[in-house]
Nanobody, 124 residues
Framework: QVQLVESGGGLVQAGDSLRLSCAAS????????MGWFRQAPGKEREFVAA????????YYADSVKGRFTISRDNAKATVYLQMNSLKPEDTAGYYC?????????????????WGQGTQVTVSS
């Protein structure tokens, strides 16, 4: 089992930046691709960003390309989401997830483990 704990959310103004962190425990971290997803009230949970186990490749939703950056530090068993130029439409609960197989990691369907989420609220 993999345990994931997100942190770093908060209330910010449009144009501000936040960095989310997701700390993993319980398994060998580098064996897992990691993803960030978000869910706003009344909407489906949607893909935001993903990174392969080695960190060699990253993937982003079109809505966040150029603004968000996913990264990982395998020595610290932590994945990050740097969010710049935040917009009110970025307001959501943000969840990190882990996938052992590492295929099609831009799809919500492949992820095996999920964190509890951290709230990001962006005011206009």
């Amino acid at each position: 089992q993999v345990q994931l704990v997100e942190s770093g959310g908060g209330l910010v103004q449009a144009g501000d930046s936040l960095r989310l962190s997701c700390a993993a425990s319980g398994r060998t971290f580098s064996n897992y691709a990691m993803g960030w997803f978000r869910q706003a009230p009344g909407k489906e949970r949607e893909f935001v960003a993903a990174i392969t186990g080695s960190g060699a490749r990253t993937y982003y939703a079109d809505s966040v390309k150029g603004r968000f950056t996913i990264s990982r530090d395998n020595a610290k068993a932590t994945v990050y989401l740097q969010m710049n130029s935040l917009k009110p439409e970025d307001t959501a609960g943000y969840y990190c997830a882990a996938d052992r197989r590492g295929l099609r990691i831009d799809s919500i369907t492949v992820y095996d483990y999920w964190g509890q989420g951290t709230q990001v609220t962006v005011s206009s």
